[in-house]
């Protein structure tokens, strides 16, 4: 494929050159659930969809997440899931003082052509915290093809 910027006037992009390219968002979920959910020792699925990765294409699958009010000095555990298999996995330890924190993580993935559950959930250690959804700090969830494997 010809490097970006060296297109030209009534240059045509081949289906092989098309194919190349990112597909860009497949799936987003950042939807305002009321109240935000207060989580403790017991996992939480915060977000959830079902999605096929389809072969020869690479992804990107993404969370950002706010969290707050931390009942006590506990470790956050926040992990985007394919099915029980983690792909990443984001751990901080606060107390009811330093208890904000906002934070975002990422897995790459190669589609395999299968149905896929892709999740986003969280735990603490002991004690309980806040997970924000709110509209103005939501939790994402974001999968994007990023181009072919």
């Known amino acids: 494929m010809a490097a970006p910027g060296s297109f030209t006037a009534g240059s045509v992009l081949t289906a092989a050159e098309m194919n190349d390219l990112p597909a860009g968002v497949v799936y987003l979920d950042q939807t305002a659930l009321q109240p935000d959910p207060i989580i403790g020792t017991t996992t939480v699925v915060i977000r959830t969809t079902s999605i096929v990765l389809e072969t020869g294409r690479r992804y990107k699958i993404s969370a950002t997440a706010y969290t707050y009010l931390l009942s006590t000095t506990l470790t956050v555990v926040t992990?985007?899931?394919?099915?029980?298999?983690?792909?990443?996995?984001?751990?901080?330890t606060g107390n009811a003082t330093f208890n904000n924190f906002t934070f975002s993580f990422f897995a790459i993935v190669d589609g395999d052509g299968s149905s896929h559950t892709v999740s986003l959930d969280t735990v603490a250690s002991t004690g309980s915290f806040t997970f924000s959804t709110a509209s103005n700090r939501?939790?994402?969830?974001?999968?994007?093809?990023?181009?072919?494997?």
């Not at 992990?79 to 901080?92: E, F, K, N, S, V």
């Not at 974001?142 to 181009?147: H, S, V």
Request: hydrophobic content about 50%.
């Open 138 to 149: 939501p939790a994402v969830l974001l999968i994007e093809d990023i181009g072919p494997s």
């Open 79 to 92: 992990r985007i899931m394919d099915g029980a298999t983690r792909l990443a996995l984001q751990q901080w």
